[in-house]
């Protein structure tokens, strides 16, 4: 068997049809990700994670420094000739969607929250699995997001060191919006992940577009969908005061939906970019 794009894209979608992980079994037991997954691949040494360097910070891990830390850690000889990234889109119940918009202008619904909490959950299990299967066929893979001893947010500007909507635009998956979030053909309501595996694999780099913000036309939707008024035309996505928003959600969230997690997204529900590129 050919471990290929399709071989991804397949094993995804079958995980997220059977599994019962995928289900919001706290509610009404349907889908939380739509077996209707996007795969991209992007070369590990891509000139593009060099780049991220500048763009987004100095921390920010390339495919390469990741996969040698690792390769240290377990005592794997390391050589990055082969790496590629592996990155994908899980699109997120339409039903969620609409409940999202339609609940509040401030909070968000409790579908939404159920996916944040276990979705996420469902996102890093894919990894892991993926990860498993590949052994199977004597490939080394790593997931940076899943080593809590690698992988970290620096708080004070809301980065990273293994950004999972950066590593969707370099394997040529979509653009960034105006509000920060990833615009792509499933749509803006989204989460994705993404991994790197020893094993040289086309890059899918020539579906990226030149201009981060490709696909995004500025309707503006997004400003006026923001409770907390941290997206403009003038400063883009104000990340402080995003997550100062969203961290305000957890008591909310706790009472009326008994669960304990953060959430908000309504920047990516009831916009042009929420189910797919929009048209210019
Ligand atoms: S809602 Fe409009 S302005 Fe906002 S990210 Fe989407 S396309 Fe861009
Ligand atoms: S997640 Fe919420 S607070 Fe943050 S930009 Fe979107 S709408 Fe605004």
Redesign the pocket.
């Known amino acids: 068997m050919d471990i290929n794009k399709d071989w991804f894209i397949n094993k995804i979608n079958l995980f997220l049809k059977n599994d019962a992980r995928n289900k919001l079994s706290k509610l009404d037991g349907s889908y939380i990700f739509e077996p209707n997954v996007l795969v991209g691949i992007a070369d590990g040494n891509d000139i593009i994670y060099t780049n991220y360097k500048e763009i987004i910070g100095d921390f920010h891990l390339t495919p390469s420094e990741a996969y040698e830390w690792h390769c240290k850690k377990n005592n794997i000889e390391f050589n990055n000739k082969n790496l590629s990234v592996i990155a994908y889109i899980l699109p997120i119940n339409q039903d969620t969607k609409i409940e999202n918009s339609n609940y509040s202008e401030k909070m968000p619904s409790e579908r939404w929250a159920h996916t944040r909490l276990f979705g996420e959950q469902v996102n890093r299990d894919i990894q892991k699995f993926l990860i498993e299967e590949l052994k199977k066929f004597g490939i080394y893979a790593f997931a940076p997001a899943l080593d809590e001893k690698l992988f970290n947010v620096n708080r004070s500007i809301w980065a990273s060191n293994w950004s999972h909507r950066h590593n969707c635009f370099a394997a040529g998956l979509g653009s960034f919006g105006l509000?920060d979030g990833f615009i792509n053909p499933r749509g803006k309501a989204m989460r994705c992940g993404s991994f790197i595996i020893d094993l040289k694999l086309p890059t899918d780099s020539l579906n990226r577009p030149s201009d981060p913000y490709e696909f995004c036309t500025n309707c503006g939707e997004c400003i006026s969908?923001?409770?907390?008024k941290?997206?403009s035309f003038g400063k883009r996505?104000d990340k402080i005061i995003?997550a100062q928003?969203?961290g305000s959600s957890v008591p909310f969230i706790k009472k009326n939906y008994g669960i304990d997690i953060y959430g908000?997204?309504?920047?990516q529900v009831g916009v042009a970019c929420s189910n797919g590129i929009p048209n210019k």
Do not use: E, F, M, T
């Open positions: 509000s969908r923001c409770p907390a941290a997206i996505h995003c928003h969203v908000c997204g309504l920047c």
